[in-house]
């Protein structure tokens, strides 16, 4: 069985940084496009950011483009997403999930969370002063 595991959360202020980690068990990272996605109270999970297996390829949503860095490291079966500039819109709990085998990825379609098949458990940021 897939697993994912996040962390990295926390309350943080405006303006500062967090970077979290997903970290993936009895399965081949290498494998598979992972994304981040969010959801805050009373909202629909929203896609963050995206990357393709080889990581050569990043997707990321226009509201944290420029502040939010994704990477990954296959060797240690990890996925991150450095976050800074952190501000209050950002709190919410952040998952990260494998994209479907074969899914065509692209521009217009990373951010769907029904793109992903397994999930992490999720972890809290908040940011707030």
């Known amino acids: 069985q897939v697993q994912l595991v996040e962390s990295g959360g926390g309350l943080v202020q405006p303006g500062g940084s967090l970077r979290l980690s997903c970290v993936a068990s009895?399965?081949?990272?290498?494998?598979?496009?992972i994304g981040w996605f969010r959801q805050a109270p009373g909202k629909e999970r929203e896609g963050v950011s995206c990357?393709?297996?080889?990581?050569?390829?990043?997707y990321y949503a226009s509201s944290v483009k420029g502040r939010f860095t994704i990477s990954r490291d296959n060797a240690r079966s990890t996925v991150y997403l450095q976050m800074n500039s952190l501000k209050p819109d950002d709190t919410a709990v952040y998952y990260c999930?494998?994209?479907?085998?074969?899914?065509?990825?692209?521009?217009?379609?990373?951010?769907?969370?029904?793109?992903?098949?397994?999930w992490g458990q999720g972890t809290q940021v908040t940011v707030s002063s």
């Open positions: 990357i393709t297996s080889g990581g050569h390829m990043t």
């Open positions: 999930a494998t994209y479907r085998t074969n899914y065509p990825l692209h521009s217009n379609n990373w951010f769907r969370p029904n793109a992903c098949n397994y």
């Open positions: 009895r399965f081949t990272l290498d494998d598979y496009a």
